[in-house]
């Protein structure tokens, strides 16, 4: 089994900045890609940011320009630094994680238990 713990969750003012982080644990052959959903009350997850393994990214149009996706293989972590916050940006942010647990085995999807992020005008 493999768990993703995330911090950094906290209530900022708008235009204010928050780093979110991600560490991945358990049975870890290879971590693929990992990134960033958020699931704001009343509406679906949504994709925020995406990472692979070889540092190629990928971002929600929202976000893009302001929220910046970096990771540590070496850690197996991923962080998350969001700047120019805004009210929208308020959700729960869910750590996810492909991990492949050993060298015969499938890669598996994995997610954490979610970090608050709330942005006040």
């Known amino acids: 089994q493999v768990q993703l713990v995330e911090s950094g969750g906290n209530l900022v003012q708008a235009g204010g900045s928050l780093r979110l982080s991600c560490a991945a644990s358990g049975s870890i052959f290879r971590v693929n890609t990992m990134g960033w959903y958020r699931q704001a009350p009343g509406k679906q997850r949504e994709m925020v940011a995406l990472i692979t393994n070889r540092d190629s990214t990928n971002y929600s149009a929202s976000v893009r320009g302001r929220f910046t996706i970096s990771r540590d293989n070496a850690k197996n972590m991923v962080f998350l630094q969001m700047n120019s916050l805004r009210p929208e940006d308020t959700a729960s942010y869910y750590c996810?994680?492909?991990?492949?647990?050993?060298?015969?085995?499938?890669?598996?999807?994995?997610w954490g238990q979610g970090t608050q992020v709330t942005v006040s005008s």
């Open positions: 996810y994680a492909n991990v492949k647990s050993g060298v015969r085995e499938l890669s598996n999807d994995y």
